[in-house]
C-alpha cells in the first residue's frame, strides 16, 4: 500500500533563511512521481515541485528544491531564501505511474515565516 | 482559460440527507480525484477515476458515491451514511505526460445544519 508521512506538524524559519520540509514514502511501484504543493490560506493548491521515480538528478523550481534519496525513500523539500509569503501550509503527495494514477497526500507541514 | 470549476462554494445537508457535489473540467484530463481535507490537515483520497465509467475507492469512500458519465464531469455524492460530513472538498484532474500535477478546483465546504 501507498503511505506519504511528513513528520513535522509545524515548523518556524527565519526570512532569509533556508528551511527543509521532510517527507517519506512507501510504495511498492518501480514507477511514481512525487510532488510538492502549497496551500495559503485561501485554500488553493499551488503545486511546486516534482520528481520521478526514475529521474537521476534531484528536481529544482527556483527557490525550491528536492532532496530526493530514494534508497531511503525520502522527498525532502528545501525551500531557500525564505520569504514571508511562504508561510502556508506544505503538502508531500505520491501518485503511482500504472493501475489508476491514485495519488496520495501526506498529512502537511504548516510553515511559519519570521521577520 | 482551462480549468476545474467546483460547485457551489458552500454547502450545508441536513440530517439524513444526500447532497452533490460538482466538478467539472475543461482541460481533457482522463483522470479525475475526490478528496477531503478536514481542518488543519492533509487530503485524504475519497475516489478517484482514471477514465469515463470507471472508479476506483479510495482511502475513505464509506458513505461517499461518484459517478463517471462524461470526461469533463466528476460529481460527489454525500449520503446520509457519511456521519461526519463537515469538511472543505478538493476536486482534482490529471492528464499525460507523467511529470504534469493535478490541477485543483477551488474546493466546496461542507457543514451541517
Not at chain 1, 67 to 85: E, T
Not at chain 2, 76 to 94: G, I, R, W
Not at chain 2, 102 to 108: C, N
Request: charged share 20%; with cysteine.
Amino acid at each position: 500500500a501507498q503511505k506519504i508521512t511528513q513528520t513535522q506538524p509545524g515548523m518556524f524559519v527565519q526570512e532569509k533563511e533556508a528551511v527543509t520540509l521532510d517527507c517519506t514514502y512507501d510504495t511498492s511501484d518501480p514507477s511514481y512521481g512525487l510532488f510538492w504543493y502549497k496551500q495559503p490560506s485561501s485554500g488553493e493548491m499551488i503545486f511546486l515541485i516534482y520528481q520521478g521515480s526514475y529521474d537521476q538528478q534531484n528536481a529544482t523550481e527556483g527557490r525550491y528544491s528536492l532532496n530526493f534519496q530514494k534508497a531511503r525513500k525520502s522527498a525532502n523539500l528545501v525551500i531557500s531564501a525564505s520569504q514571508l509569503g511562504d508561510s502556508a501550509m506544505y503538502f508531500c503527495a505520491m501518485r503511482r505511474n500504472t493501475g489508476g494514477f491514485k495519488t496520495i497526500f501526506g498529512a502537511g507541514t504548516r510553515l511559519f515565516v519570521k521577520a | 482559460d482551462g480549468g476545474i470549476t467546483q460547485s457551489p462554494k458552500y454547502l450545508f445537508r441536513k440530517e439524513g440527507q444526500n447532497v452533490t457535489l460538482s466538478c467539472e473540467q475543461n482541460l481533457n484530463h482522463d483522470a479525475m480525484y475526490w478528496y477531503r481535507q478536514d481542518p488543519g490537515q492533509g487530503l485524504r483520497l475519497i475516489y478517484y477515476s482514471q477514465i469515463v465509467n470507471d472508479f476506483q475507492k479510495g482511502d475513505i469512500a464509506e458513505g461517499y458515491s461518484v459517478s463517471r458519465e462524461k470526461k469533463e464531469s466528476f460529481p460527489l455524492t454525500v449520503t446520509s451514511a457519511q456521519k461526519n460530513p463537515t469538511a472543505f472538498y478538493l476536486c482534482a484532474s490529471s492528464g499525460p505526460p507523467r511529470n504534469q500535477p493535478q490541477h485543483f478546483g477551488d474546493g466546496t465546504r461542507l457543514s451541517i445544519l
